[in-house]
């Protein structure tokens, strides 16, 4: 082959590699700037993720890089990576603590996923952490004493049961707070066992992402918003956002998106094994967006089963939301069967139209989302 | 706020802004040399991408910044990125012809949007283009006259009835090729009215992709596979990869996963819809998983309800495999509404084995897309 042997592709080539070495060393120096700006901000009692600042930022090299013949979604984008891997190390190099004397923080069932990744969070944040355990309630009092926080993390179905049993453990201004996937029930359950403040938490992921920065948490109001505020404040120093519901408001929204979802893909996962897809075939012939598809049926049963059970079986509200998915269901297989084009376009239609201009803003960002996958792909 | 005046953070905040000029002008001659050794290939008649050099180069830049205490993935993502910057500008310099003497492409249907993108990369390649719309049908054998392809890109319901139309126009030592989601009837369609060289063809990926770069195009072989061979050569210098399939296996595996995929979606939405379920709401409260699932059901609905209409009633395999899949859907309903979790979990576990390691393999890559759904989140 020429190129073997082609002196100027040789050259060409040579000052890539060179140039890289350039890029890799930048990199290393911009680490270790951004490290030392966010020490220094712990130091000076400044939130590390100021997204203003962040917005300011992004303007301003986008139009550095457009002045140089560079695209602006190439510079962000390549500086948005970066900053994930100041992100992820943040951690290790500790949070600020927005107590001047924190006291120890109880993590029921801290020895699950979410309690460990919580459990990291509190010890870098400089706080005591105790796991209070299944097999530790013999000696819960002597745990939960002196505590500033007990929180709760159980499965939906056991956190009932645990809540009533924290009854009289919890010291009277210490904060009681949980972190299950329904709200309603565990907060009131919650306010009847303890005086103090009460403030229920859902966490909108799951215990895989490593980091809390830029994940959200839903906050149900319990009691004594002062007396548990400065929990929300040490949970926005991990970089994720509070979102306020109402626990009624959260619970319904819960069950139609997120365990209907769930329940959706499980179904589909079902469906592929009854007609025994060859995916192997499937995922030779697949561009980024099916692979995708398929990738988000999949990832479901990678997980644990237990929680899947568990938000589908305890937050799915009442059988009537599955029913009423099943009719939406028949209603498309008569279409199809009756071979009614029009009837299914304009039905499309109309939930285009109920979409709105988030259906393009789907579009654009799941499309975002798919070059980035592809960039993956050796093809 | 003393980090307006702190003297230190200001300093470190100078630092990065100057490493960033730096890196931006560091971007700027990368891509410059990446273009010329594009330009240099082309004019030795080489492929512009070869994923072998492309692995090796990954394994040396992951080695390099391991040695500078770099994460060996950061500088991966990056170059990756920056890579498809590249990719997305190289047809605009051109692609090279594999035809010494190319003959002129007629697109049948060439004015969509399918064709608009094959309409620019055959340019780009050298080829004169020429349209052959609906309304040219007057003249369409001074159009199909001394061309060396003929290629039907028409909706699937017109597709049987354009090919019988192009016996006669078609020069008989020309190729008679076809983009339509079904191959079986198509491929035997040409083939029985075209005498010279026949091929099926299936972009896997919308129009919407701006680049073929690592797109997959199935192909169905018709007939005189050297007659045809230059056309998967011309569409590799694309960057496309070329994956063969049976015109059976290929519709089979089809219905299943794409038309029936894109019709679950289609419920789901309609589902939303009457429950009028508050979706900005719902986004508030997302993290980057749960955006990404409501994305992937919101983004059909920013599209083209006829083309969707043609997937599914053309191409979904009667109605057969829709009353299958509502079976699956109401053995999970017995399920949940008979409250047995242990069949849920037995399920569940039944369909994680049938995945196998591919579970795990989907859960990972799609960790990894959410990562990078999460950078571009402000939250």
Redesign the interface.
């Known amino acids: ?3 073997k042997t ?1 002196p ?2 040789a050259e ?2 040579g ?2 590699d060179a ?13 270790d ?2 490290a ?2 966010a020490e ?2 712990i130091d ?3 939130p590390v993720y100021v ?1 203003e600042r ?2 300011a930022m992004f303007r301003s ?1 986008r139009a ?2 457009e002045g ?4 602006p979604d ?2 962000e ?9 100041s992100y992820s190390t943040e951690g290790a190099r500790g949070f600020r603590c927005v107590l001047d004397d924190p006291r120890p923080v109880v993590l029921v069932g801290g020895r699950g996923q979410m309690g460990r990744l919580l459990h990291r969070a509190f010890t870098a944040s400089g706080f005591e952490v105790r796991i209070l355990e299944q097999e530790d309630w013999d000696h819960a009092a002597s745990i939960c004493e002196g505590a500033g926080l007990v929180l709760i993390g159980v499965p939906i179905h056991a956190t009932l049961e645990v809540i009533e049993a924290c009854r009289g453990l919890v010291p009277p201004e210490a904060v009681l707070a949980d972190i299950s996937s329904l709200k309603a029930g565990p907060v009131a359950a919650m306010g009847a066992v303890h005086p103090g403040p009460v403030v229920g938490l859902h966490p ?3 215990p ?2 490593g980091t809390l ?4 948490v ?1 906050c149900c109001h319990g009691r004594d918003e002062a007396g548990y505020g400065w929990l929300l404040d040490q949970i926005r120093t991990w ?3 509070i ?1 306020d ?1 109402e626990p009624e ?2 619970d319904r ?1 819960m069950g ?3 365990a ?2 769930h ?2 893909t ?10 025994d ?3 192997s ?19 479901l ?3 644990d ?2 929680l ?2 568990d938000i ?2 305890d937050s ?1 509200e009442g ?1 009537g ?6 009719e ?6 008569a279409l ?2 009756a ?1 009614d ?1 029009d009837g ?2 304009e ?6 139209e ?2 709105g201009p ?6 654009t ?5 798919l ?9």
Do not use: C
């Open positions: 082959m020429t190129n082609d100027r592709l060409l080539r000052n890539i140039l890289d070495g350039e890029l890799i060393a930048l990199l290393a120096r911009r680490l700037l951004v030392a700006v220094r901000k000076l009692g400044l997204p962040e917005d090299r550095e890089a140089r013949g560079v695209a190439l510079i984008d390549l500086l948005r990576r970066i900053m994930r891997e909108m992921f799951g895989t992402v920065a830029k994940q959200v839903v970089g994720a956002s979102v519901a408001v959260h929204l139609t998106v997120q209907l979802r329940f959706a499980f179904v589909y996962g079902t469906h592929l094994m009854a007609e897809v060859d995916l075939r499937i995922l030779a012939m697949s561009s980024p967006i099916y692979r995708l598809e398929l990738g988000m049926v999949g990832r049963f990678a997980q089963p237990d899947y059970a589908i079986f799915l059988p939301l599955a029913r009423r998915y099943r939406r269901f028949d209603e498309a297989l199809y069967e071979g084009r299914f376009r039905r499309f239609r109309e939930v285009s109920w979409f988030l259906a393009q803003t789907f579009l960002e799941s499309s975002a989302l070059d980035q996958a592809r960039d993956r792909l050796k093809i």
